[in-house]
């Protein structure tokens, strides 16, 4: 039965402590998790802190699914893989302008 339940944790000042996922069959984090850390970063590495908290969370839950929910809407430059792309000038002419205009790619 345990394997049909989901939690969403969610430590705004540092990891979750894995400890408290046990049990869960999925344990999904967002973007805030850890946010006290990663915002404080330069540039921000909310990406690598939100991997490292899902090693250290399948580490100490054995048979739960854990996976970290992106938005698909918002490009969040706290996103180091994200972060590349908004920074790529290849990439300029796709970024969309207020009032928002067609993108030529």
Sequence with gaps: MNASTI???CNNSGYTDPSTTVGW???DFDW???KATWAKSK???DEELLFKQVQMTTAATKNATVWVYRC???AYPWYTSVRTILDD???SD???TLPARELSC
């Design 89 to 91: 000038p290849a990439y």
């Design 7 to 9: 939690i969403m944790p």
């Design 25 to 27: 069959g999925i344990v």
């Design 94 to 96: 796709c970024k969309p």
């Design 32 to 34: 805030s998790n850890n």
């Design 43 to 45: 540039p921000m590495n």
């Design 72 to 74: 698909s809407v918002y």
